[in-house]
């Protein structure tokens, strides 16, 4: 069975403040890593998807990595409209062809100014 | 470009009353899935449509059914609800493999009393 576990749960950084999203897996066969961001009393907003490991991928100030157990995603001098929960997913080899990910509980970021 | 609409976007039902939740898609994707977000659980696939006319149930069908209408649309029904059913449901969509990610809707918020 795949697991997805995000830690810290919850992050408070200030405006500048650079720091990193962990997100460990276990996955039979990874076809690809998905983070997500979400916004109050909105849906997921697909941001990267990440297929083997040493890929990396950006998006302004963010950064994605990924190793064979875990990712990172790294923001880098962030302001408070990145403030967000941040969802991370993988997809692996599953029987039958349905290629459901599995979704983590997600790090909640807000960042002062 | 609408991506996934939901509708409604807010809904309070009773005990034992029945609802439809709406969801229409406009990337011609052929998958389409129903979540349930809940505080620490994150999402939960209810049920998932691979393609056109088929559904499978996901990690909590119970009380559920789902109709694909057609390519664009797919429909989440309650029979009875009940209080346990009180949540955020999220629509999406992907193509087949979703190795591209999901592209969620906005969420309907729903409480049963």
Avoid at chain 1, 62 to 86: C, G, V
Avoid at chain 2, 23 to 33: G, P
Wanted: net charge neutral; hydrophobic share 30%; aromatic share 10%.
């Amino acid at each position: 069975e795949d697991q997805v576990t995000q830690s810290p749960e919850a992050l408070r950084l200030q405006e500048g403040e650079s720091s990193s999203l962990n997100c460990s897996y276990t996955v039979s066969g990874l076809r690809g890593l998905f983070w997500y961001r979400q916004d109050p009393g909105k849906g997921p907003e697909f941001l990267f998807t990440l297929y083997s490991a040493g890929e990396e991928k950006e998006k302004e100030r963010l950064k994605a990595t990924l190793t064979k157990k875990e990712s990172f995603l790294h923001i880098t001098a962030p302001k408070p409209e990145d403030s967000a929960t941040y969802l991370c997913a993988v997809q692996g080899d599953q029987s039958g062809g349905s290629y459901i990910p599995t979704f983590g509980r997600g790090t909640s970021l807000i960042v002062h100014p | 470009n609408a991506g996934v609409t939901q509708t409604p976007k807010f809904q309070v039902l009773k005990t034992g009353q029945s609802m439809t939740l709406q969801c229409a898609q406009d990337m011609n994707h052929n998958s389409m899935y129903w979540y349930r977000q809940d505080p620490g659980m994150g999402l939960r696939l209810i049920y998932y449509s691979a393609s056109e006319g088929t559904t499978d149930k996901g990690e909590v069908p119970n009380g559920y059914n789902v109709s694909r209408l057609n390519k664009r649309e797919f429909s989440l029904r309650l029979e009875s609800a009940a209080p346990s059913q009180t949540s955020v449901y999220f629509c999406a969509s992907s193509e087949a493999s979703g190795v591209n990610g999901y592209t969620f809707g906005s969420g309907t918020r729903l409480t049963v009393v």
